[in-house]
Structures are given as structure tokens and as C-alpha cells.
């Protein structure tokens, strides 16, 4: 089985009551769609973390989110080929997979694109308060090349989308923080997701971020929420 579910920022309780209630096995792919914070502190909190969920009975697939640092520039990952694309991974903990941004997975004949990457709303908080905030977060000029290029590949047509973020038309504009000046945020990955969106043949788009649950046409975007991809 192919499983969704949105944001955990290191909580992961209900990862495994969901394990559990369902009888996942390693076989079974969990995935996140962004800001698991596996890859946060980058020290002995974040080994902790993934020695615990190395114990789950499902491989988790994590979406790149803005709350977390990009496994490329994590010396312990490397690169593997999985289900007809590439994600990283440390050998120590071979269940924890983190999708590449522009890599297309084949699940059971349905491809299915990882676009990862935000803005973080609360980026000078964290600065001001000496929190992680990683200048990686939202994708850069290559790797929304990488993007295109892997599209231009499959003729523009993928089964589904997973990324963290939305196409700029269809932000959930109701769960906005009112103390937040939507002018002083860079949604340029917004932005960009929109051209994707408008000239992609695909069936479902799967995102997170936004910490609620909403479906907008083919758009669903999740939070605590668990759902089947196909």
C-alpha cells in the first residue's frame, strides 16, 4: 500500500498509532509530504529521532519541506535508486527515505513527480530566536531545471504530483496568519508551481504546508490526515 499524510515536524505519534492500526510492514510506503523534521537540529536529537522511527513497519517517503535541511548537504546520505528514480538515505536507518526534487517514482505503473521546497513564514523568528532556518529550503534555478527537464522526459504527463507547497492559485487563503503581511512573503516557488500546474497533464496533486485539509479540484492538500495515493 501506498499511504499520504501531511506536515509531522518531528512528531510522529500518529505515524505509529497509524502503523499500527493498519498492520504496515516494510513493505508499505509511507509518505510525507514535507516538514518531517527528521534533518533539523543536524545533531544527536535528530540520530535519536531516526533511531526511533527506524523501529516503524513502513518505509517513509519525505517530501522535501522548509522545515528541514536537504539531505545533499548531509554528509551521512547517499543516493540510491528506488521504484525507477533516486532518493537519499543513510544505510543506518534504510526505511527513512527522503525524495530528490525532479525524480519521477513509478508506483505499481502510476509516475508520480517529488517537487519539493517552501518559503518559511516564520523564517526571521527563527533567525531572531538562533532556531534552524536553512537557506536551501525552497528550490533553487537547478533544481527547477531538473524539474522541467525530468517533465520534458514524460511528454508533461505524470499520474500525480507530491510537493510541500501549493500552485499559487489555489492557496488556501482562509488559514493565513493575520498577523503576517502576505506582501512581505516570496512566493516564487508558488509562482513557479503555477506554470507547472497550467501546462501538466496529471490526475491528483498531493501538498502539504499549510496545516489544514482541503481538497480545490485535483488539488489536496493534507495535514493529520492519512490517505491512499492510488
Known amino acids: 500500500m501506498i499511504y499520504l499524510t501531511g506536515d509531522t515536524h518531528r512528531d510522529f505519534e ?77 544505510e543506518e536507518f534504510p526505511n527513512l527515505l527522503f525524495a530528490k526534487d525532479g525524480e519521477i517514482y513509478d508506483f505499481d505503473g502510476r509516475k508520480t513527480i517529488a517537487i519539493g521546497g517552501a518559503y518559511s513564514v516564520d523564517k526571521f523568528y527563527r533567525l531572531s530566536g538562533n532556531y ?21 522526459r514524460v511528454g508533461w504527463k ?9 500552485p499559487l492559485k489555489y492557496e488556501p487563503t482562509e488559514e493565513f496568519l493575520p498577523s503576517i503581511d502576505q506582501s512581505t512573503l516570496d512566493k516564487t516557488t508558488e509562482e513557479w508551481l503555477d506554470s507547472i500546474e497550467d501546462k501538466l497533464d496529471y490526475e491528483r496533486w ?6 489544514c485539509c482541503k481538497k480545490i479540484d485535483r488539488i489536496t492538500i493534507m495535514y493529520e490526515d492519512f490517505e491512499e495515493l492510488f
Open 132 to 152: 534552524p532556518w536553512f537557506p536551501t529550503e525552497q528550490p533553487s534555478d537547478e533544481i527547477k531545471d531538473d524539474v522541467e527537464r525530468a517533465l520534458d
Open 158 to 166: 505524470v499520474d500525480a504530483v507530491l510537493s510541500h507547497t501549493v
Open 14 to 90: 500518529r505515524i505509529f498509532d497509524f502503523c499500527a492500526d493498519n498492520d504496515t510492514t516494510i513493505d508499505d510506503v509511507l509518505i510525507i509530504l514535507g516538514d518531517a523534521g527528521i534533518n533539523f537540529f543536524l545533531d544527536e536529537r535528530d540520530y535519536e529521532l531516526k533511531k526511533e522511527l527506524s523501529t516503524l513497519e513502513v518505509t517513509l517517503l519525505c517530501i522535501h519541506g522548509n522545515h528541514e535541511e536537504r539531505p545533499f548537504m548531509i554528509d551521512s546520505y547517499i543516493e540510491m535508486e528506488w521504484r525507477g528514480g533516486v532518493v537519499y538515505y543513510e
Open 206 to 211: 498531493y501538498c502539504g504546508h499549510y496545516h
